[in-house]
Each structure stands twice: as structure tokens, then as C-alpha cells.
């Protein structure tokens, strides 16, 4: 369970909203979801992912996605943005 892409991509999205929203602008290249997040929080990001195509990357600790978002909260749920 690597971290390694969300912290050397360029353009992250960061949190719920802001991924649903790549994601159905069709900006995103991949999704992360933290295991230990709330099924309530994550449920609508993985329908989508599914609905589009977008590959899911499970990883097993907000507080770890969140400091590899380089936010000092956790985080439920990251998009990598896809290159311009």
C-alpha cells in the first residue's frame, strides 16, 4: 500500500467533494480511498470510480493519505489528476 504517487503527483484533489467533482469532469486518472474511512463518506466515490472506469486504490489509513496529500488532517479520499 504505497503512497508514493499521491505524493509525487502534480494535481491532487483532496477530499469527497472536490474527487466527485474530477471525476465527473473526467480529470481523474486514479482514486484513493482510505480503508478505515466511513462507508457513508466513500460509497459515492466508489460508484463513480466503477461507473467510469477509474482505478480504486485502497490504503489503510486516513491520517497516512492525508499527510501524503501534505495536509495535516486526514483525508477519507484523494484523486490523482490526470496530466494536461
Do not use: F, N, P
Request: hydrophobic letters at 40%; glycine letters at 6%; a positive charge.
Amino acid at each position: 500500500m504505497s503512497y508514493d504517487k499521491v505524493k509525487q503527483a502534480r494535481k491532487l484533489s483532496i477530499g469527497t467533494k472536490q474527487t466527485l467533482r474530477m471525476l465527473e469532469a473526467g480529470k481523474a486518472a486514479e482514486v484513493y480511498v482510505a480503508s478505515d474511512a466511513d462507508a457513508k463518506v466513500t460509497s459515492k466515490v466508489i460508484q463513480l470510480c466503477q461507473k467510469k472506469g477509474v482505478k480504486i486504490t485502497y490504503v489503510d489509513s486516513k491520517k497516512k493519505l492525508g499527510k501524503a496529500c501534505g495536509i495535516e488532517v486526514s483525508a477519507a479520499v484523494a484523486a490523482v489528476c490526470k496530466e494536461e
